[in-house]
Structure formats: structure tokens, C-alpha cells
């Protein structure tokens, strides 16, 4: 396997892809992307044990707001809408716009949605469902008349790198803490996890067999390793987190591997707009809730999207992405869609940089990822059995992968080295990539202007980094 994927490569969507191929060739561009289609399937799959987590973290998350009466099965109803909701964002993002980036219920967002919107402000979850189906459908118009290419297009190329190099360094943040390397500490905030427990020696199992096997060159190493670890896992009980509320050991299947799928019936299509100003003013109920989702998961999937594409190799000698607006409109789209189904903010996965590691290139990359969300309605409980200790090692190495590009980064000028720093450690140590990219832009921005480079940026970006300050002044 080739892991210098930062080369540029060409739009899979250009009539110069070869005719003569079949038809999944021909309307992906698979050939033209350098790519197979055996390896954007095995791509697909990564990107989708990466992240298969969210099967049953996103239900644990919002079941503690969605509470319906006389309704026993509420958990299984959330499984079935996420599944359905990182399915059809998927879908959607790699047969229309036919990049190799999977959606899913995001975390942050979902935990935004029900420990501050319904548990918190005390909106209904139903109204909570109004306030993210009016964001998605801002995303999807300001990206149809291209105010979110504007934008990409507006932020410097230091920033740009930058922001990839965040996104790696949030996965390995995340891969540490998924493995328990890291854990929380009331004295020093983080610490050291304890190196004799089975999570730590099981990622660390999974993290070096996968880097032999890269260094190896061998085809699949990121998916080779997760598939290791996670029959290590299996064949010796080991305590690990499965998405549950503790470290348990491995059980078995229980009554099976399968699952019967059902409609969330008693979540879809339940929004509630008029209980967004019910007790609070139109300003409170559909400006400070609306606009929080909309800005948060705003700069957070453009930032992803914006990371994803430039270690894929798609960004041209300017920076900009291909088929922006058609990208940027999917993310939007996945949005609504959710809400209808029932669940929070669907967006972009920083976890598709496993994939694309992998090689994936193509949308048949996200479709294949779609694909088997579809396929865990039916095998949510063989879902269960991928720890997330043997998922860690894919996102650790991922992160460090994407860590190259700050090499660019005119490190000697202060005016180009803070905000990039900035931009890099904002994304771990505040657990939002939203922050990152916010905090890069208001420190470039107040730099340039104040140090007479203001030309050296656009007006677009002043105006982004005010908005931003307002925000944070305003929502916080």
C-alpha cells in the first residue's frame, strides 16, 4: 500500500476517464483517481469499522433526551435511525458528489443537542430535531449559491494545512483516548492510562502490527490491523470498551449476529418548529439554538471537508476543491435528512481519512460505506464485537499521517506560524474542530490587520473572523 497519498490527483469526474472500463469506472472515475475498485471497497470498509462506533454511542448519547412514553424500545429505534441517517448521508456524498468521505450522526453536535438544547434549555426533543433541520437547510442554500466556496476559497493556504494537521492531530488525540493511553486526571487535566490494562496493550498491539505492515507495503495494512486486534480481542475476553458504559469483556453473540431492522416510527418525522419559541422569545428559540448548530457543525464539516480533500490530493495549486458546491450541499442535505429521521446533525467524518489512507478516492468509497451502514441494521450486535481499542491504532497512524503538510507552513513568520499552531493544538485540546479552525482564522486575521499585512488577506476573512468573535462573545 502507497501511504503518500498527497499527491495531486485527477477529478474522477473529467471526461478523460477512460471509456472502455465498465460502468461503476466510468461514472466514478475509479481508473482516472488512480484507484480499483477493490481497493475504494476496501477503503469503504475501513472507513467504515472507524467508525462504526457511532452505532451505538449516538443512541447512548441522545437516549439520555429522547424519552418517549409507553415506549420500551427507544435504543434500538436510535440505532436504526443512525444507521439510516449515516447511510443515506453517505449515499448521497459519494454517488452525487462522488467524493470518498462518509456522513454519520456527529458527536459533539449530539451531546450539543441533548444536554444543552432538551436537558439543559429545556426544549423538546422534537423541537430540539426543528432547530437542526433549520440549519441544515441554511447549509444547503448558502452552498448552492456558493457563500461556503467563498468561504474555503477566502482562507489562506497556511490555514488550509494547518487545518489538516489539527484534523490529524484530533484523530490521534481521539485514538489515545478511545485506547485509554490517555485518560482524564483532576491534577494534570490528562495523564498516562495504566499500561498494564487490556485496551492500551491491545491499540498498542494493533498500532505497531499496522505500521510494520504499512512500512510493509502491504495492501490493507490499516484494515489488516483492525481485523488482528479485534479477533485478539475476541479470542481472549479482553476487558475493552465496546461503546457500552464500562470496559467489559467480549460475551459472545449472544442470540446471534443478527438482528431484525425496524422503522424508527416513533422518531421520524416528529419535528416540532412551533416548539421552538414556546416560553422564549423568536430571538432565543430560532437564532441562539439554530445558529449554535449551524455555526459549530458549519466550521467543523467545512473544516473536515476542506482537510480530507487536501490529503486526498484534491485541492488544485490554489487551494480550492473540486465540485465544492456540490460536496458542501451533500453535507447539508445529510443534515435534514437526519433530522427527519430523528437524530442530530449528520455530517462529515474526520474517520474517512482512514479510508482514504487505504486508498480511497472515488465515491465509491462512501457508497461502499453506506452500503454496509445499511448492512448493520441487519448485523448491529457482529457490529459490536469491533472494540474501539482495535479502531484507535487506524486513527492514530492516520493522524500522523496527515501531520506533513505543516512542514509548508512558513514557520519563520509569526503572522503565519501562531495561527497555525493555533489552528493545530485547538483541535485536540478543545475537542472540537470548530474551534481550530475559528481560532486560526480570528489570530490571522487580528495579525494581518494590525501589523499593516491587512491586504495579505481578504475581506471575506475579516468578516468571518468578526462573525466568529461575535459568536464566541454572544453564544458563549
Not at 456522513?103 to 438544547?117: D, I
Not at 497556511?158 to 487545518?163: D, E, G, W
Not at 453473540?253 to 416513533?266: E, I, R
Request: one cysteine or more; hydrophobic letters at 55%.
Amino acid at each position: 500500500m502507497t501511504t503518500d497519498t498527497s499527491r495531486p490527483v485527477a477529478d474522477p469526474t473529467e471526461p478523460s476517464a477512460p471509456k472502455r472500463r465498465g460502468l461503476l469506472d466510468r461514472y466514478f472515475g475509479i481508473s482516472a483517481a488512480g484507484s480499483t475498485l477493490p481497493r475504494e471497497i476496501r477503503a469503504g470498509l475501513t472507513t467504515f469499522l472507524a467508525m462504526s462506533y457511532i452505532v451505538f454511542v449516538n443512541p447512548d448519547v441522545l437516549s439520555n433526551a429522547i424519552v418517549i412514553p409507553g415506549v420500551d424500545n427507544v435504543f434500538t429505534q436510535l440505532i436504526m435511525t443512525t444507521c439510516l441517517a449515516a447511510a443515506i448521508g453517505s449515499l448521497v456524498m459519494g454517488l452525487i458528489a462522488r467524493y470518498p468521505f462518509a456522513q454519520a450522526p456527529g458527536m459533539g453536535l449530539n451531546a450539543f443537542f441533548a444536554f444543552t438544547v432538551v436537558i439543559g434549555m429545556g426544549y423538546s426533543w422534537e423541537s430540539a430535531l426543528a432547530a437542526v433541520f433549520i440549519s441544515g437547510v441554511l447549509f444547503v442554500v448558502l452552498s448552492v449559491v456558493g457563500a461556503r466556496r467563498a468561504i474555503v476559497q477566502a482562507l489562506p493556504l497556511t490555514l488550509k494545512l494547518a487545518i489538516t494537521a489539527g484534523i490529524g492531530a484530533f484523530l490521534a488525540f481521539l485514538g489515545m483516548k478511545n485506547a485509554e493511553i490517555i485518560v482524564a486526571d483532576e491534577a494534570t487535566f490528562l495523564a498516562l492510562g495504566d499500561m498494564r490494562s487490556a485496551p492500551v496493550w491491545l491499540a498498542l498491539l494493533g498500532l505497531m502490527l499496522t505500521a510494520v505492515l504499512m512500512k510493509l507495503k502491504v495492501t490493507g495494512a490499516i484494515l489488516w490491523g483492525i481485523l488482528a486486534a479485534t479477533a485478539v480481542a475476541i479470542l481472549t475476553g479482553a476487558a475493552v470498551y465496546t461503546g457500552e458504559e464500562g470496559l467489559v469483556p467480549f460475551q459472545g453473540f449472544g442470540d446471534g449476529v443478527l438482528g431484525l431492522p425496524m422503522w424508527p416510527s416513533d422518531l421520524a418525522f416528529q419535528l416540532d418548529f412551533a416548539g421552538l419559541m414556546n416560553g422564549e422569545s423568536l430571538i432565543v428559540g430560532m437564532v441562539t439554538v439554530v445558529l449554535t448548530f449551524f455555526v459549530v457543525d458549519f466550521f467543523d464539516a467545512t473544516g473536515t471537508l476542506t482537510g480530507l480533500a487536501q490529503r486526498a490530493g484534491y485541492l488544485d495549486e490554489h487551494g480550492n476543491m473540486p465540485r465544492a458546491k456540490t460536496v458542501f450541499s451533500m453535507d447539508g442535505l445529510a443534515a435534514i435528512t437526519g433530522a427527519l429521521l430523528g437524530t442530530s446533525t449528520t455530517t462529515a467524518y474526520v474517520e474517512s481519512a482512514a479510508g482514504v489512507e487505504e486508498g480511497g478516492r472515488t465515491g465509491m468509497t462512501a457508497v461502499t460505506t453506506g452500503g454496509l451502514f445499511l448492512a448493520a441494521m441487519f448485523f448491529w450486535p457482529l457490529i459490536g464485537a469491533v472494540p474501539s481499542a482495535a479502531t484507535a491504532p487506524a486513527l492514530i497512524l492516520v493522524g500522523a499521517l496527515m501531520m506533513g503538510g505543516v512542514k509548508d507552513v512558513a514557520w519563520g513568520d509569526i503572522g503565519e506560524s501562531l495561527p497555525a499552531f493555533l489552528t493545530v493544538v485547538a483541535m485536540p485540546f478543545t475537542f472540537s474542530i470548530a474551534n481550530g479552525v475559528s481560532l486560526g482564522i480570528i489570530s490571522y486575521a487580528v495579525i494581518k490587520l494590525f501589523s499593516g499585512k491587512a491586504k495579505q488577506a481578504s475581506w471575506l476573512l475579516y468578516l468571518l473572523a468578526a462573525l466568529l468573535l461575535a459568536r464566541y462573545i454572544w453564544l458563549s
